[in-house]
C-alpha cells in the first residue's frame, strides 16, 4: 500500500535493540558492548536477498548529486522520494550487510517536507536550486549533528548531545544538502583499516562482508559504497578518510590543513585532524568540497584558508575538465612500500596504472624521493620501520630520529578541550578510561595517551625545557609550527618543485582490505606517511580490482593548496578509466511502479 510521506520516513533508525534497555536521553545502560569480534571468533552475516518490497520513483544505486537535480527539475523526483528510497535500502540492507549506520536523521521528515515545498516553488519561478539541494549526506560519528549523540563509536559519548552543528555540517546545510544519518565508525578514530566500536559493532567491507570496511571512518565507506547514501562526511588524521575510501571502491579527498574547520569535531590530534568528502565520483566530491572550505572564527588554523589562492574562486568543479592528464608530470613514490611483503595482484594494477597515466599523455617520473632536510644531515627514507614517521634533526653522528606524530599528550588535552564544551557526562580521558565505556581494542591506546597527557600536561609543554637543551627538536605543535613537521613540508615542496612535478602517486594499501579481525596479516597501508605530518591534500580513488575482486585504490598527493590540480588529475583518470563499480549484494530496489513501501524496523 503507499504509506504517506511521513510514514515513509518515520523509521525506527538502525538501533541496538532487545540487547539492553534504553533510557529516554538514548544512553545505553551497562557497560554491554555489542557486535563484538576477537581474532578467533569472527561472524560474518551477509545482506538480506534483494530490495523487492518497492522501486525508487528513479534508480539510486550510483545516481550523482547533478543526475537528481535533473530528475527534480524535470519534475520526475521529489526531495521526500529521494530521502525516502535511501531510508528503504538502510532498512533492508545494512544490519545484515555493512552494519554502517547508526542512526537516522531525527528532523529527517522535515527537511523533506521544507526541501520538496522549496522545489515547487523553483520550478513555478524556472529557478534554480541551491548547489547541493536535497543531496542525502551521512556524517561520521565524531561529527557534531543537531538531535543525536556525537558518541565517537564509544559508549561513554551516548549522552554527548550538541547544542549545534559540527562548521562543516553547517555549511553543507547551508548549501542544500540533507543529513541522512550518522555512521559508525572506528571508535575513537583510532584505527586505520578497522572500524569497530562499543555502540554499534563492526562495519563490515561493502564488497566482501568478512573484509574489513577501513578505518575510521568506516561507516561513511561502507553506506556510500553500497549506496544507502549519494555522499559523506569523514575525517583524516593519519588515512581515515582515505582508508576506507580505498577499501570501498570510492573517491576519498583529505584536504590540506586549514581548508576546512575541525570545529564540532571529536578530535584524536588537532595537529593532523581534518574533515572531508567521502563519495562515488570526483565530480560530487569536488561538488560538496567547495561548499565546506573556507575560514572559521572558531578553528584558528583556518586562517589559513585566507591565503591567497588557497580556496579558489568559482569552486572546484571548473577544474574537471576533458583530457586533464596530458602534459601533466607525476611522480612515484616507489620507495613508500616495501615490494617484499606487498601483494602481486595489487602491484600489477598499479603498474597498469602507470601505463594508462603515459598513455593518456602524462609523463610518469619514477621513484622520486625526498630529500634536502636543514634539520639533519639524513635524506628521508619512509619505508624504514625507524623513519616512517620520524625526521632526522642533528648532524653527523649525534644525529637522531624524532618522532612527526607529535605526542600522545594531543590526545587527552584536545578531548578534553572538546568535551569541556559540550553537555556530556565525562569531561576528560581520565574519567572515561576510569569509567570503562569503551570497546577492548580501544584500551591499550587510551591508557597509552592519558600516561602521555600527565607525562607533557598540554602540547605546548614538550619538549620540556631539558629535551629542549638536550637537542630534541620536534614538538607536539601544528604541522605549522612544529619545527620538524614545517621541514618536512619543505622538503617536500621543494622536491616537487624542482622536477617540476604536479603531482606525486602511490597505491593506498599495496595488500587487499584485510580479513575481519585479522591481526596477523600485513595490511600494506601506505599513505600516513607524508600528507598528515606535512599537511598536506591527498586524493584517492578507484584504480582497479585485484585478482579476487576486491578494490585497489590510487593516491594522488600535492603541495598545500593544490587540491585544483589533484581533482583534476583524479578526474582525468577518472574520465579515462571507468573503474568505480558498485557492490553485487546492494542492488536497485524493485517491485510495483511507484508501489514500494517501507515498514518500521520496529514492526
Known amino acids: 500500500m503507499r504509506h504517506s510521506t511521513a510514514q515513509l520516513l518515520l523509521l525506527t533508525p538502525i538501533i541496538i535493540s532487545s540487547l539492553t534497555a534504553a533510557q529516554p536521553n538514548g544512553f545505553l545502560a551497562g557497560k554491554v558492548l555489542y557486535n563484538n569480534y576477537t581474532q578467533n571468533a569472527i561472524t560474518v552475516i551477509g545482506a538480506l536477498t534483494g530490495c523487492t518490497d518497492g522501486s525508487p520513483a528513479i534508480p539510486v544505486v550510483e545516481l550523482t548529486i547533478d543526475a537528481a537535480h535533473q530528475a527534480m527539475l524535470t519534475g520526475r523526483l521529489t526531495c521526500t522520494q529521494l530521502l525516502s528510497a535511501y531510508v528503504q535500502r538502510i532498512n533492508r540492507y545494512d544490519p545484515t550487510?555493512?552494519?554502517?549506520?547508526?542512526?537516522?536523521?531525527?528532523?529527517?521528515?522535515?527537511?523533506?517536507?521544507?526541501?520538496?515545498?522549496?522545489?515547487?516553488?523553483?520550478?513555478?519561478?524556472?529557478?534554480?536550486?541551491?548547489?547541493?539541494?536535497c543531496v542525502p549526506l551521512v556524517v561520521k560519528d565524531n561529527i557534531d549533528l543537531v538531535g543525536l549523540a556525537t558518541t565517537a563509536g564509544a559508549q561513554a559519548l551516548l549522552d554527548?548531545?550538541?547544542?549545534?552543528?559540527?562548521?562543516?555540517?553547517?555549511?553543507?546545510?547551508?548549501?542544500?544538502?540533507?543529513?541522512?544519518?550518522?555512521?559508525?565508525?572506528?571508535?575513537?578514530?583510532?584505527?586505520?583499516?578497522?572500524?569497530?566500536?562499543?555502540?554499534?559493532?563492526?562495519?563490515?567491507?561493502?564488497?566482501?562482508?568478512?573484509?574489513?570496511?577501513?578505518?575510521?571512518?568506516?561507516?561513511?565507506?561502507?553506506?556510500?559504497?553500497?549506496?544507502?547514501?549519494?555522499?559523506?562526511?569523514?575525517?583524516?588524521?593519519?588515512?581515515?578518510?582515505?582508508?576506507?575510501?580505498?577499501?570501498?571502491?570510492?573517491?576519498?579527498?583529505?584536504?590540506?590543513?586549514?581548508?576546512?574547520?575541525?570545529?564540532?569535531?571529536?578530535?584524536?590530534?588537532?595537529?593532523?585532524?581534518?574533515?572531508?568528502?567521502?563519495?562515488?565520483?570526483?565530480?560530487?566530491?569536488?561538488?560538496?568540497f567547495t561548499?565546506?572550505?573556507?575560514?572559521?572564527?572558531?578553528?584558528?588554523?583556518?586562517?589559513?584558508?585566507?591565503?591567497?589562492?588557497?580556496?579558489?574562486a568559482g569552486g572546484y568543479e571548473q577544474f574537471l575538465v576533458a583530457g586533464s592528464l596530458k602534459g601533466k608530470r607525476i611522480g612515484t613514490l616507489d620507495y613508500f612500500y616495501d615490494t617484499t611483503s606487498a601483494d602481486p595482484g595489487v602491484l600489477a594494477v598499479y603498474n597498469n596504472t602507470l601505463l594508462n597515466l603515459t598513455q593518456?599523455?602524462?609523463?610518469?617520473?619514477?621513484?622520486?624521493?625526498?630529500?634536502?632536510?636543514?634539520?639533519?644531515?639524513?635524506?628521508?627514507?619512509?619505508?624504514?620501520?625507524?623513519?616512517?614517521?620520524?625526521?632526522?634533526?642533528?648532524?653527523?653522528?649525534?644525529?637522531?630520529?624524532?618522532?612527526?606524530?607529535?605526542?600522545?599528550?594531543?590526545?587527552?588535552?584536545?578531548?578534553?578541550?572538546?568535551?569541556?564544551?559540550?553537555?556530556?557526562?565525562f569531561k576528560t580521558l581520565q574519567q572515561i578510561v576510569d569509567s570503562g565505556l569503551y570497546h577492548p581494542?580501544?584500551?591499550?591506546?587510551?591508557?597509552?595517551?592519558?600516561?602521555?597527557?600527565?607525562?607533557?600536561?598540554?602540547?605546548?609543554?614538550?619538549?620540556?625545557?631539558?629535551?629542549?637543551?638536550?637537542?630534541?627538536?620536534?614538538?607536539?605543535?601544528?604541522?605549522?609550527?612544529?619545527?620538524?613537521?614545517?621541514?618536512?613540508?619543505?622538503?617536500?615542496?621543494?622536491?616537487?618543485?624542482?622536477?617540476?612535478?604536479?603531482?606525486?602517486?602511490?597505491?593506498?594499501?599495496?595488500?587487499?582490505?584485510t580479513l575481519l579481525g585479522d591481526g596477523i596479516s600485513p595490511s600494506g597501508l601506505v599513505q600516513n606517511q607524508v600528507t598528515p605530518q606535512a599537511g598536506l591534500p591527498t586524493i584517492d580513488l578507484p584504480q582497479g580490482l585485484d585478482g579476487d575482486g576486491l578494490p585497489v585504490s590510487l593516491s594522488i598527493v600535492g603541495r598545500q593548496f593544490s587540491e585544483p590540480t589533484l581533482l583534476s588529475i583524479a578526474y582525468g583518470f577518472e574520465q579515462l578509466t571507468k573503474y568505480r563499480s558498485p557492490p553485487g549484494s546492494f542492488p536497485e530496489c524493485t517491485g510495483p511502479a511507484n508501489g514500494f513501501s517501507i515498514v518500521p524496523a520496529s514492526g
Open 97 to 133: 550487510g555493512t552494519n554502517a549506520v547508526r542512526a537516522l536523521s531525527v528532523t529527517l521528515v522535515a527537511d523533506g517536507l521544507a526541501k520538496d515545498a522549496q522545489l515547487q516553488q523553483v520550478i513555478a519561478s524556472n529557478g534554480t536550486l541551491d548547489p547541493l539541494f
Open 160 to 288: 554527548n548531545f550538541p547544542a549545534q552543528d559540527a562548521t562543516i555540517v553547517a555549511k553543507a546545510k547551508r548549501a542544500g544538502a540533507v543529513i541522512l544519518a550518522k555512521v559508525n565508525l572506528s571508535e575513537w578514530a583510532f584505527s586505520a583499516t578497522t572500524s569497530i566500536g562499543s555502540v554499534f559493532g563492526v562495519v563490515r567491507n561493502a564488497y566482501a562482508f568478512d573484509r574489513e570496511a577501513g578505518g575510521s571512518s568506516g561507516g561513511t565507506g561502507a553506506s556510500v559504497a553500497a549506496n544507502l547514501a549519494m555522499i559523506g562526511f569523514g575525517t583524516d588524521t593519519g588515512g581515515s578518510i582515505r582508508d576506507p575510501a580505498a577499501f570501498n571502491y570510492l573517491v576519498g579527498l583529505r584536504p590540506s590543513l586549514g581548508l576546512t574547520s575541525r570545529t564540532g569535531i571529536v578530535p584524536l590530534d588537532l595537529s593532523r585532524d581534518i574533515g572531508g568528502p567521502i563519495g562515488r565520483t570526483v565530480r560530487d566530491v569536488a561538488k560538496l
Open 291 to 312: 561548499y565546506i572550505t573556507g575560514y572559521d572564527a572558531t578553528d584558528p588554523l583556518t586562517n589559513l584558508s585566507t591565503t591567497p589562492g588557497a580556496v579558489p
Open 360 to 425: 593518456a599523455g602524462a609523463t610518469v617520473v619514477r621513484n622520486v624521493r625526498i630529500a634536502g632536510n636543514s634539520l639533519g644531515s639524513r635524506d628521508w627514507t619512509a619505508n624504514s620501520t625507524l623513519t616512517t614517521n620520524s625526521w632526522f634533526t642533528g648532524f653527523g653522528a649525534a644525529g637522531k630520529w624524532e618522532s612527526l606524530n607529535s605526542c600522545g599528550a594531543r590526545l587527552s588535552y584536545d578531548l578534553g578541550v572538546y568535551l569541556g564544551s559540550h553537555n556530556s557526562t
Open 441 to 513: 581494542v580501544s584500551n591499550a591506546s587510551l591508557v597509552s595517551s592519558l600516561k602521555a597527557g600527565y607525562n607533557y600536561g598540554t602540547p605546548a609543554d614538550y619538549p620540556t625545557a631539558a629535551q629542549k637543551a638536550a637537542g630534541i627538536m620536534c614538538s607536539c605543535g601544528d604541522f605549522n609550527t612544529n619545527p620538524c613537521r614545517v621541514e618536512l613540508t619543505k622538503a617536500f615542496t621543494s622536491t616537487m618543485d624542482s622536477q617540476a612535478l604536479d603531482a606525486l602517486i602511490y597505491p593506498t594499501f599495496v595488500n587487499s582490505p
